[in-house]
C-alpha cells in the first residue's frame, strides 16, 4: 500500500499548496515533504511528509515548530511528543478505483467564479472560514469546485477535486443535510464524469472513514496530524 498512501499524501500536499500559494506564502517541494516556513490558514498543516523515510528532523528543521504549529505525518510513524506536539487527529487515507454508481437524487456540477463566494459560504463552518478558499483556486490547473442542487438549494453539498495524475483528490467536502455516505456517493461520480477514469484519493477521520468506505472507498492506512 505504500505507492498508493504516497501518491495519497503528495496529492494533498500539492492541495494544500495551492491554499497557500494564494495567501502569499512561500513554500518547498521535495521527496521528503512539503512544507511551509510560515504559519499556514486553518485547517491546513505546516508540513506533509512524503516519503515513508522522511525524519521527524527533515519536518521540523523547515518550518516554525512554535505554537500552532502542525504536521501531517502521512504515515503514521512519528512520535512527536518530546518536541512537544500532540495528535489532533488521527485519520486514514482512502483509494477510490471506480465510482459509486446509485444516484444520490442531487445535480453536480462544476461551478465557475461567479458562484465561488457563495459555494465558500455553504462550506464554512463559521464566518471566519470564508477566507481561508479564495477564488484564485479557480485557476489552479486541475482544480474543479463542485456544487450539488438539491430541490431548491443549489448548494446542498460539494466538494473539491484535486487532479495531479495519475490520481486526482477529493477534499473539502460538505453536505448540508450531514449524509455522508450520500455525498461521497455524489462526488465520486461527479468527479468521474468530470475527469475520467483515473483513481481518486482522500483521506478522513472518524465517522468520515466509514461513510466514504460504505461509498466504495478502500482504507490505504493511518495518517497522524501533530500540533504544537
Known amino acids: 500500500m505504500t505507492d498508493r498512501i504516497a501518491l495519497a499524501a503528495r496529492n494533498n500536499a500539492q492541495w494544500c499548496d495551492a491554499v497557500c500559494r494564494s495567501h502569499g506564502l512561500t513554500t518547498v517541494l521535495d521527496d521528503l515533504a512539503w512544507t511551509s516556513r510560515t504559519r499556514t490558514p486553518p485547517y491546513y498543516p505546516d508540513a506533509v511528509t512524503l516519503s515513508p523515510l522522511t525524519s521527524e528532523y527533515d519536518v521540523l528543521a523547515r518550518i516554525d515548530p512554535g505554537d500552532g504549529a502542525s504536521v501531517k505525518d502521512s504515515w503514521s510513524r512519528f512520535d512527536l511528543t518530546t518536541e512537544d506536539f500532540a495528535r489532533l487527529v488521527v485519520g486514514e487515507w482512502l483509494w477510490f478505483d471506480t465510482p459509486d454508481t446509485g444516484a ?121 496530524v501533530w500540533i504544537s
Do not use: C, K, Y
Not at 463552518?125 to 479564495?134: G, Q, S, T, V, Y
Open 104 to 224: 444520490d437524487g442531487r445535480v453536480w456540477r462544476r461551478i465557475d467564479g461567479a458562484e465561488f463566494t457563495a459555494w465558500v459560504s455553504a462550506w464554512a463552518r463559521d464566518p471566519e472560514d470564508a477566507a481561508i478558499l479564495r477564488a484564485g483556486l479557480l485557476d489552479e490547473p486541475g482544480v474543479h469546485v463542485l456544487a450539488a442542487t438539491d430541490g431548491d438549494d443549489p448548494f446542498a453539498a460539494g466538494a473539491i477535486v484535486n487532479v495531479t495524475a495519475p490520481v486526482a483528490g477529493i477534499s473539502n467536502t460538505f453536505s448540508r443535510d450531514a449524509d455522508e455516505v450520500r455525498t461521497w456517493r455524489g462526488v465520486t461520480r461527479a468527479a468521474h464524469e468530470l475527469v475520467g477514469t483515473m483513481p481518486f484519493v482522500a483521506w478522513e477521520a472518524g465517522d468520515g472513514v466509514m461513510a466514504a468506505v460504505q461509498a466504495g472507498g478502500e482504507r490505504l492506512g493511518p495518517l497522524t
